[in-house]
C-alpha cells in the first residue's frame, strides 16, 4: 500500500506529493532565474530551463503537464513583453518558444500515454491470465515476477514467490536437476511435466513452458495438471488392484464385447487351455460344444438387454486340447471406456459333474442289483410257498397229522413273511426309480379307511375310533392311499399299549388345500432323536420287524411316504413319549402336475 | 368242459408245481419250458388262459406276447404275466390291456385261484 498524505481533507498519495513538490519548485526556479535574467539584461537568456518541469510533469501526468506547459508559455510570454518591449525580434522569438512548449508537452504525453496502455494491455494479460506465470532470472534463478495464479496454485502470495528462487519451488532435487538440464539445452521448451511443492510441503504437478525474453530473464507458463495426475493415479491404483484380484481369483473372469474377449484372467486361460495372449479377441462362443451352441446364442443374445440380476446358465466348452470341460457362467452388464461390455465369470463344474453323473450311475447299478437280488430271491420261493399251499389246503389227502400241519402252516407263515418284505424292497426300489405312476380315481374316505380296517382285521387287535365324514371324497390313487392307512394304523396298533386304542380322524377345511387325515395312538411315542429315523428303511428297518407281521415299519412306512410324496403331500409326526403319536396325512386336494410328482 | 390253461415257465420246479396246482384247480395244464415251442403249441390248439414267465430266452415274455397279439384268433386268449420281476407292472399298466393279468411270484395257491377265476369265470 502506498502510503498516504492528508492535506485540507484531501487525500494525496507521498510520490504524487513529492511530484507536485518537485515541479512547482523547478517552475518557480525557471520563472525567477528567467525573471532576473531578463531584467538585468542579461545577454542569454534560457527558456529551456523551463522544459524540466514540463518534461517531468508531462511524464507523469500528461493532462496536467499540457496545462502547465500552458501556463509556462504564458508566464515566459509576458515577462518577454514586459522586459523587451517593443523588440518585435525578441517578442516573435519567445512566442513561438511559449508554442514549442505545448508543442513538446503534447507530444511527449502523446508517446507516454502510448507506452501506459500498452503496458496496460500486457500487465492486464500477465495479472488475469488463467495459466500461472514466471518470469525468472536464468543465471540466478531470481523471480523478477509472479502473477496470483502462481500464488494460488502453490499456497503462497505473490510477494512471498517473489522473494524465492525459481529453483525452490521444485518438489525434489531430482525434478530441479531434470528441469536445469532442460533449462540448459538452450531452446524453448513446450509440455514439460515436472512436479513443484506447495507452501505446506504436498507435491503438486505443472506443466512447464517457457521461452527466453532476452539475455538473462526467461518466461515461463505454468498449467496446473495437479488434479488430473491425481485422477490417473487413483485410476492407475484401482487398475492394479482390480488387476490383482482378477488374476488371483480361482474362478474365470472375462470382459466381453458381445461375445468377443477383450480381457481374460489367468483362471479363464487354464480353463480354456488358450494363453493370456491367444485368449484375447477369441469370440466365446467358438469354444462352445455344438451342441449347446444353440442355447449360447439365445444366452448371449440377451446380453445386450439391460437386467438386474446377472444371467446364469450352464454350458459345455472344448478346450484346446479337445476336452470338454463344464462351467457355469454369470454374466453382467459394465461399462468399459463408456462402451457397453459384459463381465462373465466361468465357474468351473466339470468335476461336480462327474461326480454327480458317478453318484447317479452308481444309484442306478445298486437298483439294477437290488431288482437283480429281489428276483433272484422271489423266484425259489415259489415252489416253497406253493407246495406248502398245496399240503395246507387239503391235509388230510396228503396224510399230513394236527402236529404236522401246525408245523407246516408256521413255515407258511415265515415265508410269507419273507415274501412281504422281499416285495417292499422291491416296491421302494422301484419308488426310488421313479418309474411309478398314480392311478387317480375319486373314492370315499370313509369308505376306504373301513376297508383297511376290515381287511386288516385291526378291529379285533385295538379299539378303533373312526371320525370321518360320511360324504367326504378324495382323488387319490385308492390302492396306494389304502395302504398308507393300513401301515399307519398297524405302526398304531404295535406301538399302542393295552387298552389298545386308535383315533382315525379327518381334519380338513373346506378352505384348506389339503385333505388332512390323522391316526393317533396312545403308544409309546416317538423321541425327537428317532423321528428322523423312522421313515428310513435302512434304520427303522432293522428294529422291531420280527414281531410285525407287516415286513417291519422302517420298510413300509418308506413306502408310505414316497406314496404320499407321490400324491404331491407329505406326512407329518407329533409325537410326546408315553401319551402317544399321531402321523398325519397331507394329500393336496387339487391333484398335482406329472412334473411335481417328485419334488419334495 | 375242462379249460385247458398253457404255462410257459423256464423254471422246471416251479412249472412242476404250476402242474399241480392247475390240476388240483381244476384245469387241464400244458406245460411248456420255453417261448417258441409255446407259440407252436398255442397255434395248434389255443387254451383257454396262458400263464406266461417274462424273463425267458430264446424268446421274452414281452416278445411271446407280442407275437400272440398279431395273430388274430389267438388275440382274444387272456394272458396273465407270472413274473418276479418289480418292474413288470409298471409296462403292463402301459400297455393298457384288459385281457391282461398279473401274478407276482411267489404266489399263494389263493391268489392263483382268485386271479384264474378273474378271467376264466
Same mark, same amino acid.
Given at each position: 500500500?502506498?502510503?498516504?498524505?492528508?492535506?485540507?481533507?484531501?487525500?494525496?498519495?507521498?510520490?504524487?506529493?513529492?511530484?507536485?513538490?518537485?515541479?512547482?519548485?523547478?517552475?518557480?526556479?525557471?520563472?525567477l532565474i528567467t525573471a532576473i535574467a531578463l531584467v538585468r539584461n542579461a545577454e542569454a537568456i534560457y527558456p529551456q530551463l523551463f522544459y524540466f518541469p514540463i518534461l517531468y510533469a508531462t511524464y507523469f501526468y500528461p493532462k496536467r503537464g499540457i496545462i502547465l506547459s500552458g501556463i509556462c508559455g504564458v508566464v515566459y510570454e509576458c515577462l518577454v513583453y514586459f522586459s523587451l518591449f517593443p523588440d518585435t525580434l525578441a517578442l516573435w522569438s519567445s512566442t513561438g518558444q511559449a508554442i514549442l512548449f505545448i508543442c513538446v508537452a503534447l507530444?511527449?504525453?502523446?508517446?507516454?500515454?502510448?507506452?501506459?496502455?500498452?503496458?496496460?494491455?500486457?500487465?492486464?494479460i500477465f495479472e488475469n491470465s488463467l495459466l500461472g506465470v514466471i518470469l525468472f532470472d536464468k543465471n540466478r534463478f531470481t523471480i523478477r515476477l509472479a502473477n496470483q495464479q502462481v500464488a494460488t496454485m502453490l499456497g503462497y502470495t505473490v510477494e512471498d514467490i517473489s522473494r524465492m528462487a525459481f529453483s525452490d519451488l521444485f518438489f525434489s532435487h531430482d525434478l530441479q536437476r531434470q528441469?536445469?538440464?532442460?533449462?540448459?539445452?538452450?531452446?524453448?521448451?513446450?509440455?514439460?511435466?515436472?512436479?513443484?511443492?506447495?507452501?505446506?510441503?504436498e507435491p503438486h504437478w505443472v506443466n512447464l513452458s517457457w521461452s527466453r525474453i532476452?539475455?538473462?530473464?526467461?518466461?515461463?507458463?505454468?498449467?496446473?495438471?495437479?488434479?488430473?495426475?491425481?485422477?490417473?493415479?487413483?485410476?492407475?491404483?484401482?487398475?492394479?488392484?482390480?488387476?490383482?484380484?482378477?488374476?488371483?481369483?480361482?474362478?474365470?473372469?472375462?470382459?466381453?464385447?458381445?461375445?468377443?474377449?477383450?480381457?481374460?484372467?489367468?483362471?479363464?486361460?487354464?480353463?480354456?487351455?488358450?494363453?493370456?495372449?491367444?485368449?484375447l479377441g477369441r469370440d466365446i462362443a467358438e469354444s462352445v460344444l455344438d451342441d449347446d451352441k444353440d442355447r449360447f446364442g439365445t444366452f448371449a443374445g440377451r446380453w445386450d438387454i439391460p437386467a438386474p440380476v446377472p444371467a446364469r446358465s450352464e454350458f459345455r466348452f472344448i478346450t484346446k486340447k479337445?476336452?470338454?470341460?463344464?462351467?457355469?457362467?454369470?454374466?453382467?452388464?459394465i461399462t468399459r471406456n463408456n462402451r457397453p461390455a459384459g463381465l462373465v465369470n466361468f465357474v468351473d463344474n466339470t468335476e461336480w459333474e462327474e461326480y454327480r453323473e458317478r453318484i447317479e450311475q452308481?444309484?442306478?447299478?445298486? &437298483?439294477?442289483?437290488?431288482?437283480?437280488? %429281489?428276483?433272484?430271491?422271489?423266484?425259489?420261493? !415259489?415252489?416253497?410257498?406253493?407246495? #406248502?399251499? /398245496?399240503?395246507?389246503?387239503?391235509?388230510?389227502?396228503?396224510?399230513?397229522?394236527?402236529?404236522? &400241519?401246525?408245523?407246516?402252516?408256521?413255515? %407258511?407263515?415265515?415265508?410269507?413273511?419273507?415274501? !412281504?418284505?422281499?416285495?417292499?424292497? #422291491?416296491? /421302494?426300489?422301484?419308488?426310488?426309480?421313479?418309474?411309478?405312476?398314480?392311478?387317480?380315481?375319486?373314492?370315499?374316505?370313509?369308505?376306504?379307511?373301513?376297508?383297511?380296517?376290515?381287511?386288516?382285521?385291526?378291529?379285533?387287535?385295538?379299539?378303533?375310533?373312526?371320525?370321518?365324514?360320511?360324504?367326504?371324497?378324495?382323488e387319490a390313487d385308492r390302492q396306494k392311499l389304502s395302504y398308507i392307512v393300513d401301515v399307519l394304523v398297524a405302526n398304531g396298533v404295535s406301538y399302542s399299549k393295552p387298552p389298545k386304542k386308535i383315533w382315525i380322524t379327518y381334519r380338513g377345511s373346506p378352505s384348506h388345500p389339503f385333505h388332512r387325515l390323522a391316526i393317533q395312538d396312545n403308544g409309546v411315542g416317538i423321541t425327537e432323536a428317532q423321528l428322523d429315523a423312522i421313515f428310513k428303511p435302512e434304520e427303522g428297518g432293522s428294529t422291531g420287524s420280527s414281531n410285525q407281521g407287516f415286513g417291519g415299519p422302517g420298510l413300509s412306512l418308506a413306502i408310505a411316504k414316497k406314496y404320499v410324496q407321490l400324491h404331491g403331500g407329505y406326512i407329518s409326526v407329533d409325537s410326546i413319549v408315553n401319551i402317544g403319536s399321531t402321523f398325519t396325512i397331507h394329500i393336496p386336494k387339487k391333484r398335482p402336475d406329472k412334473a411335481n410328482h417328485h419334488d419334495t | 368242459m375242462i379249460?385247458?390253461?398253457?404255462?410257459?415257465?423256464d423254471d422246471q420246479p416251479i412249472l412242476d408245481l404250476m402242474g399241480i396246482l392247475l390240476k388240483k384247480l381244476g384245469y387241464e395244464p400244458v406245460l411248456i419250458a420255453n417261448g417258441l415251442d409255446a407259440l407252436t403249441s398255442v397255434r395248434a390248439d389255443p387254451p383257454a388262459l396262458i400263464l406266461l414267465d417274462i424273463m425267458m430266452s430264446p424268446l421274452s415274455g414281452w416278445e411271446f406276447l407280442e407275437r400272440l397279439r398279431t395273430e388274430c384268433n389267438l388275440?382274444?386268449?387272456?394272458?396273465?404275466?407270472?413274473?418276479?420281476?418289480?418292474?413288470?407292472p409298471e409296462r403292463m399298466k402301459q400297455l393298457n390291456d384288459p385281457r391282461l393279468g398279473i401274478l407276482q411270484k411267489p404266489v399263494t395257491f389263493d391268489e392263483l385261484r382268485t386271479a384264474l377265476a378273474q378271467f376264466l369265470d
Amino acid at each position: 500500500m502506498e502510503r498516504q498524505i492528508s492535506i485540507r481533507g484531501y487525500r494525496v498519495s507521498h510520490t504524487d506529493f513529492v511530484r507536485f513538490i518537485v515541479i512547482a519548485s523547478l517552475t518557480l526556479s525557471s520563472i525567477l532565474i528567467t525573471a532576473i535574467a531578463l531584467v538585468r539584461n542579461a545577454e542569454a537568456i534560457y527558456p529551456q530551463l523551463f522544459y524540466f518541469p514540463i518534461l517531468y510533469a508531462t511524464y507523469f501526468y500528461p493532462k496536467r503537464g499540457i496545462i502547465l506547459s500552458g501556463i509556462c508559455g504564458v508566464v515566459y510570454e509576458c515577462l518577454v513583453y514586459f522586459s523587451l518591449f517593443p523588440d518585435t525580434l525578441a517578442l516573435w522569438s519567445s512566442t513561438g518558444q511559449a508554442i514549442l512548449f505545448i508543442c513538446v508537452a503534447l507530444a511527449v504525453a502523446y508517446f507516454t500515454n502510448m507506452i501506459r496502455v500498452s503496458e496496460a494491455r500486457y500487465r492486464s494479460i500477465f495479472e488475469n491470465s488463467l495459466l500461472g506465470v514466471i518470469l525468472f532470472d536464468k543465471n540466478r534463478f531470481t523471480i523478477r515476477l509472479a502473477n496470483q495464479q502462481v500464488a494460488t496454485m502453490l499456497g503462497y502470495t505473490v510477494e512471498d514467490i517473489s522473494r524465492m528462487a525459481f529453483s525452490d519451488l521444485f518438489f525434489s532435487h531430482d525434478l530441479q536437476r531434470q528441469f536445469f538440464e532442460h533449462l540448459g539445452s538452450g531452446q524453448n521448451i513446450r509440455n514439460f511435466e515436472t512436479c513443484f511443492a506447495t507452501k505446506t510441503g504436498e507435491p503438486h504437478w505443472v506443466n512447464l513452458s517457457w521461452s527466453r525474453i532476452d539475455d538473462t530473464i526467461v518466461s515461463c507458463s505454468i498449467i496446473d495438471i495437479n488434479a488430473e495426475k491425481r485422477a490417473q493415479e487413483i485410476a492407475a491404483d484401482s487398475s492394479t488392484r482390480y488387476q490383482q484380484v482378477t488374476e488371483s481369483s480361482p474362478t474365470g473372469i472375462v470382459i466381453t464385447e458381445h461375445t468377443k474377449i477383450l480381457f481374460a484372467n489367468p483362471a479363464f486361460s487354464t480353463f480354456s487351455g488358450y494363453g493370456p495372449e491367444e485368449c484375447l479377441g477369441r469370440d466365446i462362443a467358438e469354444s462352445v460344444l455344438d451342441d449347446d451352441k444353440d442355447r449360447f446364442g439365445t444366452f448371449a443374445g440377451r446380453w445386450d438387454i439391460p437386467a438386474p440380476v446377472p444371467a446364469r446358465s450352464e454350458f459345455r466348452f472344448i478346450t484346446k486340447k479337445g476336452e470338454i470341460r463344464r462351467a457355469v457362467l454369470y454374466f453382467t452388464p459394465i461399462t468399459r471406456n463408456n462402451r457397453p461390455a459384459g463381465l462373465v465369470n466361468f465357474v468351473d463344474n466339470t468335476e461336480w459333474e462327474e461326480y454327480r453323473e458317478r453318484i447317479e450311475q452308481t444309484k442306478e447299478r445298486r &437298483r439294477e442289483m437290488m431288482r437283480a437280488v %429281489a428276483h433272484e430271491l422271489r423266484t425259489p420261493l !415259489q415252489p416253497v410257498l406253493g407246495y #406248502l399251499n /398245496l399240503l395246507l389246503q387239503d391235509p388230510q389227502s396228503f396224510g399230513i397229522t394236527d402236529e404236522t &400241519r401246525q408245523i407246516l402252516e408256521r413255515c %407258511a407263515k415265515s415265508v410269507d413273511q419273507e415274501r !412281504q418284505i422281499i416285495n417292499q424292497m #422291491l416296491e /421302494l426300489s422301484v419308488l426310488e426309480g421313479e418309474e411309478t405312476s398314480l392311478d387317480y380315481s375319486v373314492f370315499s374316505v370313509g369308505g376306504m379307511v373301513n376297508a383297511v380296517i376290515a381287511g386288516g382285521g385291526y378291529a379285533l387287535k385295538a379299539e378303533i375310533a373312526i371320525d370321518i365324514p360320511a360324504d367326504l371324497l378324495i382323488e387319490a390313487d385308492r390302492q396306494k392311499l389304502s395302504y398308507i392307512v393300513d401301515v399307519l394304523v398297524a405302526n398304531g396298533v404295535s406301538y399302542s399299549k393295552p387298552p389298545k386304542k386308535i383315533w382315525i380322524t379327518y381334519r380338513g377345511s373346506p378352505s384348506h388345500p389339503f385333505h388332512r387325515l390323522a391316526i393317533q395312538d396312545n403308544g409309546v411315542g416317538i423321541t425327537e432323536a428317532q423321528l428322523d429315523a423312522i421313515f428310513k428303511p435302512e434304520e427303522g428297518g432293522s428294529t422291531g420287524s420280527s414281531n410285525q407281521g407287516f415286513g417291519g415299519p422302517g420298510l413300509s412306512l418308506a413306502i408310505a411316504k414316497k406314496y404320499v410324496q407321490l400324491h404331491g403331500g407329505y406326512i407329518s409326526v407329533d409325537s410326546i413319549v408315553n401319551i402317544g403319536s399321531t402321523f398325519t396325512i397331507h394329500i393336496p386336494k387339487k391333484r398335482p402336475d406329472k412334473a411335481n410328482h417328485h419334488d419334495t | 368242459m375242462i379249460r385247458k390253461i398253457v404255462v410257459i415257465e423256464d423254471d422246471q420246479p416251479i412249472l412242476d408245481l404250476m402242474g399241480i396246482l392247475l390240476k388240483k384247480l381244476g384245469y387241464e395244464p400244458v406245460l411248456i419250458a420255453n417261448g417258441l415251442d409255446a407259440l407252436t403249441s398255442v397255434r395248434a390248439d389255443p387254451p383257454a388262459l396262458i400263464l406266461l414267465d417274462i424273463m425267458m430266452s430264446p424268446l421274452s415274455g414281452w416278445e411271446f406276447l407280442e407275437r400272440l397279439r398279431t395273430e388274430c384268433n389267438l388275440r382274444e386268449i387272456p394272458v396273465i404275466l407270472f413274473t418276479a420281476s418289480p418292474t413288470v407292472p409298471e409296462r403292463m399298466k402301459q400297455l393298457n390291456d384288459p385281457r391282461l393279468g398279473i401274478l407276482q411270484k411267489p404266489v399263494t395257491f389263493d391268489e392263483l385261484r382268485t386271479a384264474l377265476a378273474q378271467f376264466l369265470d
